[in-house]
């Protein structure tokens, strides 16, 4: 089975620090896609960031950046700067394109700001 | 504005009672999905649909119905088949691009309680 696990249930980072979180993914294809979703309060799901798997150079957007190693299958996502409305459950996921249209989600990281 | 709208936000139903969700976007997308959540898991698929009039199971499509008669809209019922259907309910929309480089986004979600 196909899976994504996030090992880390809970984090947290003073406010103006940087804080990574883990993802490790299973999968036998070579091509896939993976993303970080952010999950607030209002559990709205908002994408932060997408790597695809053929593409060496990590992803980055403003303060948040992944390092991703794809021989290990690991997919960690570096929150630089931790603001207070960063606090959210962090979800990460991967899809394997031509084959079905899902995302397969880990079960989360919550992330607690500290002022 | 462009989005993704759900309704209700919170629905009640009791046992034996099919009760539908409504999804609607206006980003102009070909895809949609449904996913539920539960305490301390990820998201889940349900059903997707890449077309009008077009739809595939997910993982988890049994006790579930779902619909697509015009772009906009994509919604899911729930059937009194459904054994544990106290959950929350996220769709979400995606262009459908060919070869994997499509990102889904997502509505606010509704949740669902059986009383």
């Known amino acids: 089975a196909q899976t994504v696990t996030q090992s880390q249930p809970e984090m947290s980072v003073q406010e103006a620090e940087t804080v990574t979180l883990s993802c490790t993914y299973d999968?036998?294809?070579?091509?896939?896609?993976l993303f970080w979703y952010k999950q607030p309060p209002s559990r709205q799901m908002i994408l932060v960031i997408r790597?695809?798997?053929?593409?060496?150079q990590n992803a980055t957007e403003n303060r948040f950046s992944v390092n991703f190693q794809k021989a290990a299958k690991s997919f960690s996502l570096k929150i630089s700067d931790s603001q207070l409305g960063d606090a959210a459950m962090y979800f990460c996921?991967?899809?394997?394109?031509?084959?079905?249209?899902?995302?397969?989600f880990g079960t989360g990281t919550r992330l607690t700001i500290i002022p | 504005d462009g989005g993704i709208t759900q309704s209700p936000k919170y629905l009640f139903r009791k046992e034996g009672q099919n009760v539908t969700l409504s999804c609607e976007q206006n980003?102009?997308?070909?895809?949609m999905y449904w996913y539920r959540q539960d305490p301390g898991q990820g998201l889940r698929l349900i059903y997707y649909?890449?077309?009008?009039?077009?739809?595939q199971k997910g993982d988890i499509a049994e006790g579930y119905s779902v619909s697509r008669e015009k772009k906009e809209s994509f919604p899911l019922t729930v059937t009194s088949a459904q054994k544990n259907p106290t959950a929350f309910y996220l769709c979400?929309?995606?262009?459908?691009?060919?070869?994997?480089?499509?990102?889904?986004?997502f509505g606010p979600g509704t949740r669902l309680t059986v009383l």
């Open positions: 979400a929309s995606s262009r459908g691009l060919a070869g994997g480089r499509d990102t889904q986004y």
């Open positions: 999968t036998s294809e070579s091509d896939y896609y």
């Open positions: 790597q695809e798997a053929y593409k060496q």
């Open positions: 996921a991967y899809r394997i394109p031509r084959r079905d249209e899902k995302l397969t």
């Open positions: 980003l102009n997308h070909d895809a």
């Open positions: 649909s890449q077309i009008v009039n077009d739809f």
